[in-house]
T-cell receptor, first 113, second 118 residues
Framework: DVKVTQSSRYLVKRTGEKVFLECVQD?????MFWYRQDPGLGLRLIYF???????EKGDIPEGYSVSREKKERFSLILESASTNQTSMYLC????????????FGPGTRLLVL | AQKITQTQPGMFVQEKEAVTLDCTYDTSDPSYGLFWYKQPSSGEMIFLIY??????QNATEGRYSLNFQKARKSANLVISASQLGDSAMYFC???????????????FGTGTLLAVQP
């Protein structure tokens, strides 16, 4: 069974704090993804990574950065959290083979006050 | 630009009845893949079914089937014999064209919230 875990289910932070969201997968997937999910907007891709130390911007990278030092771990960093980053954050991973589905973690609900 | 549209923000269905969730897509790429995911209140996205653009037959997985109409660019999800546990948000997604790079990036629709009534 594929397992994607995220470090926290719920997180409350103050404006201006640096926030780390961690994601770990145990299936040796090459690709890893970070999304945010907001009502009425579906899932929007923030960043993705196709290899260790490799990253590419998604559709909404502003205000975020990522780190992939090991194949199984992909971190999302909010350098200075703002209230408009209050959202549900979902991590996913997949093989690079064509037509492979993505497997998702349980999500982190972040509230920035 | 590629796009996924789900026009039904929410739906009701009676337990044991079938329900169709609509999804239309837009792409100029002849090779693409379409996915459906279920997101229960717990938040985790669960993969349900996949349809490739060159697949001759509609995909089926248990009570889920995908009504793929290529000319109309639609990929509706059909759930037969609805159960209370089917109450969830459902997302349609399309694999983004990456010119053979296999990054498997997905574009998601805005979702349909399904409520199954006893």
């Amino acid at each position: 069974d594929v397992k994607v875990t995220q470090s926290s289910r719920y997180l409350v932070k103050r404006t201006g704090e640096k926030v780390f969201l961690e994601c770990v997968q145990d299936m040796d997937h090459e690709n890893m993804f970070w999304y945010r999910q907001d009502p009425g907007l579906g899932l929007r891709l923030i960043y993705f990574s196709y290899d260790v130390k490799m990253k590419e911007k998604g559709d909404i990278p502003e205000g975020y950065s990522v780190s992939r030092e090991k194949k199984e771990r992909f971190s999302l960093i909010l350098e200075s959290a703002s209230t408009n980053q209050t959202s549900m954050y979902l991590c996913a991973s997949s093989f690079q083979r064509d037509q492979e589905t993505q497997y998702f973690g349980p999500g982190t609900r972040l509230l920035v006050l | 630009a590629q796009k996924i549209t789900q026009t039904q923000p929410g739906m009701f269905v009676q337990e044991k009845e079938a329900v169709t969730l609509d999804c239309t897509y837009d792409t100029s790429d002849p090779s693409y893949g379409l996915f459906w995911y279920k997101q229960p209140s717990s938040g985790e996205m669960i993969f349900l079914i996949y349809q490739g653009s060159y697949d001759q037959q509609n995909a089926t997985e248990g009570r889920y089937s995908l009504n793929f109409q290529k000319a109309r660019k639609s990929a509706n999800l059909v759930i037969s014999a609805s159960q209370l546990g089917d109450s969830a948000m459902y997302f349609c997604a399309m694999r983004e064209d990456d010119y053979g790079g296999a990054t498997n990036k997905l574009i998601f629709g805005t979702g349909t919230l399904l409520a199954v009534q006893p």
